[in-house]
């Protein structure tokens, strides 16, 4: 069970059932530190809804081309009563933990790749994929060709893992050109220093293979032709001599 003293999160998760043969996980995040707090509604890892305490409002971050995941009227002035008595429950629990010490996790995989194929010169999206860290969240940043970027740049909230770590992702919208490099890189209290992942722009180069084969067995059906009027050649005498008997 992962515990962290300064820090004080509960995750609900429950299994809905659509429909007779299709399970799916609603959960909902209700965290708060000294300084922060999170509120947030999920179905299947993705965010349906969250508070914004700086804007004073809920935003649903679903995308237009799926059914539109309503909630119901009231939620921020319930996150809002959810963040008193989180914060309440954080007092009591840093006394009873005062002598449990520190944990910290790094993240356990870091992974960078595209959302979609490839093409020079078309928009794409890099993705940035951390997972199994403790606690939450991590500060991602990016760089092109050695320079820090942060235009296109987005990161959602952390996600918890069955096992008490977290799990985040940053995306980076780019339009790739020959020899452009991107890298990724991660922060955590767990960590000495930066994690990175690196990413080359490189122009896929059209098959060999098939000319190749093509050849190759071109070249043995010559062989094969050869053989057969070599072979011919040698028969033709004996089928000779048979006639004149």
């Known amino acids: 069970m992962k515990m962290k003293v300064s820090e004080l999160v509960f995750v609900l998760s429950c299994v809905l059932c659509v429909s007779a043969d299709v399970l799916h996980d609603d959960f909902a995040i209700n965290g708060c530190s000294d300084t922060d707090g999170e509120v947030m509604y999920g179905l299947d890892d993705e965010e349906t809804w969250y508070a914004d305490f700086i804007n004073s409002g809920g935003v649903e971050p679903q995308p237009s081309f799926i ?26 629990r840093r006394e009873a933990m005062a002598e449990i010490p520190l944990e910290n996790d790094p993240p356990s995989s870091l992974l960078i790749y595209t959302r979609d ?102 070249t043995v059906g010559l062989l094969g032709v050869a053989a057969g009027l070599t072979a011919g050649s040698y028969m033709t005498p004996d089928l000779t001599l048979t006639q004149k008997q």
């Open 117 to 218: 194929h490839v093409g020079l010169g078309e928009k794409n999206t890099l993705i940035c994929y951390v997972t199994g860290f403790y606690p939450a969240p991590v500060k991602v940043s990016w760089t092109k060709n050695g320079r820090n970027t942060t235009e296109g740049t987005s990161i959602n909230v952390p996600h918890p893992s069955r096992d008490g770590s977290f799990t985040q992702i940053s995306r980076l919208q780019f339009i790739p050109e020959q020899g452009d490099m991107y890298s990724c890189s991660v922060e955590h209290p767990a960590l000495n220093q930066p994690l990175t992942r690196i990413w080359e722009v490189e122009e896929q180069q059209p098959s060999v293979g098939p000319a190749v084969f093509c050849g190759l067995g071109l």
């Open 67 to 92: 059914d539109h995941i309503g909630h119901s009227e009231g939620m921020f002035e319930q996150a809002l009563d959810g963040q008193r008595v989180c914060k309440r429950n954080l007092g009591l």
